[in-house]
């Protein structure tokens, strides 16, 4: 049985129509359109806060000097906090810790981005590489590799 998280990845993916790569970032608003992204020189080791504002809606916070693969990871991870989560996160970046709620954000984001059947049947068709199936789905390398890996793609 799939996931809380791979279930709400997948339900918006169909509630929207999104059928093919990339994810537009404007999706975070077809959810809501009452989230605010705002972008902000975050303390150093977080990536991202989200701060729910019943019923005002909620804000997203990113850090100005991410990569825009870094940002737009965060962008949908924090989304994952606002779909599954209750309160207010500061999230750390890197993999220092696994608590339960980081780990059903980090997963909702790569199901969101790079969807198990898609990904799936790009490495099964053809002979995309990790930079192209990463510019294909827009994520960064490391994100691409690490779903590979996860899913049981890869070599290394
Ligand atoms: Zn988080």
């Given at each position: 049985m799939a996931s809380r998280a791979v279930k709400t990845a997948t339900t918006l993916r169909s509630r929207f129509g999104v059928?093919?790569?990339?994810?537009?970032?404007?999706l975070v608003y077809l959810v809501d359109r009452r989230i605010r992204v705002r972008l902000t020189d975050l303390p150093?080791?977080?990536s991202g806060a989200t701060y729910a504002e019943e019923p005002a809606g909620a804000v997203i916070w990113l850090d100005t000097d991410d990569s825009p693969t870094r940002k737009r990871f965060t962008l949908f991870h924090e989304l994952g906090h606002l779909l599954l989560h209750p309160g207010t996160f500061y999230c750390a970046r890197g993999?220092?810790?696994?608590?339960m709620m980081e780990r059903e954000a980090n997963k909702f984001a790569a199901e969101l981005l790079m969807p198990k059947p898609w990904i799936i049947a790009d490495v099964r068709q053809g002979q995309l590489t990790i930079p192209q199936l990463s510019a294909r789905y827009r994520v960064s390398w490391q994100a691409m590799r690490v779903r590979l890996k996860e899913l049981g793609l890869s070599d290394g």
């Open positions: 059928v093919s790569p990339p994810i537009a970032d404007a150093q080791g977080i993999a220092i810790s696994h608590p």
